[in-house]
């Protein structure tokens, strides 16, 4: 895994951490899909697609450290690449990456006091309804 | 990891499932805490704290199969076991361990459709102002 990584401290900052790593990983799944079916090659080893802070996307193996800094995505979406059709396996990676990323974004809230948390939960319920979903978004399951 | 599986199809469901995964987490990190430890050892391969949806724990190894059926827990809580303070790492597992539940329940949210999907952010309103959260309820946080 690359060296981008970040520490939110306040619900605007996880949030915004969020919707960050989500923009990298639409981006992986939409603009540039054809650039990241090829680099799931099921003849590498175990790789998971992460989003980072930064907007942008990575396809790598996952972090050396265990137990991880943060919790990790779903490990060995390339080994599903070529026994499903690709829109399936492109659903099944969005929906492993919304998990993904509604686990980062609590693990980061775990700092957070009750009165943040509070706050942050209305940020979550917008998640929560699917209204931000990158498999929603993907495949206009709304 | 056991046989233990489930396939909530309801915001309800869901709801259940979670509750019971989270009873069992909290019986290992509570009730159970010295079997728990030691089942921790650092001397063994990659180990994952699991909660089964009939409220049992097991710490075992990852699933085999890549990409998981369902998302993971963090991987190899065993391997910083020993390089912490007790309470600091039962405290790390709590964390990683909230964050999976909720990646869980959320994975089986992807099947429900909009007017479910609205129904089930107001559960896990619940969930993310941690008024349930494992962490929360070991360390009295709140």
Chains 1, 2 share one sequence.
């Not at 799931?40 to 996952?62: A, I, S």
């Not at 009165?115 to 206009?140: D, H, K, L, T, W």
Request: charged content about 25%; hydrophobic content about 35%; glycine content about 6%.
């Amino acid at each position: 895994m690359s060296s981008v990584s970040s520490s939110p401290k306040t619900v605007e900052e996880i949030f915004k951490d969020y919707s960050a790593r989500r923009a990298g990983i639409v981006r992986a799944l939409t603009h540039d899909v054809d650039e990241f079916y090829n680099l799931c090659d099921p003849e590498k080893e175990n790789l998971c697609l992460y989003g980072h802070p930064n907007e942008t996307w990575e396809v790598n193996l996952p972090a050396e450290e265990v137990p991880p800094e943060l919790p990790e995505p779903a490990l060995g979406i390339n080994f599903a690449r070529d026994g499903m059709n690709r829109r399936d396996w492109l659903s099944l990676v969005a929906v492993h990456s919304d998990c993904w990323l509604l686990s980062v974004a609590f693990f980061f809230g775990t700092r957070l006091n009750q009165n943040e948390r509070y706050a942050q939960c209305f940020s979550e319920m917008q998640v929560g309804m699917g209204a931000e979903s990158s498999s929603g978004q993907m495949f206009g399951w709304r």
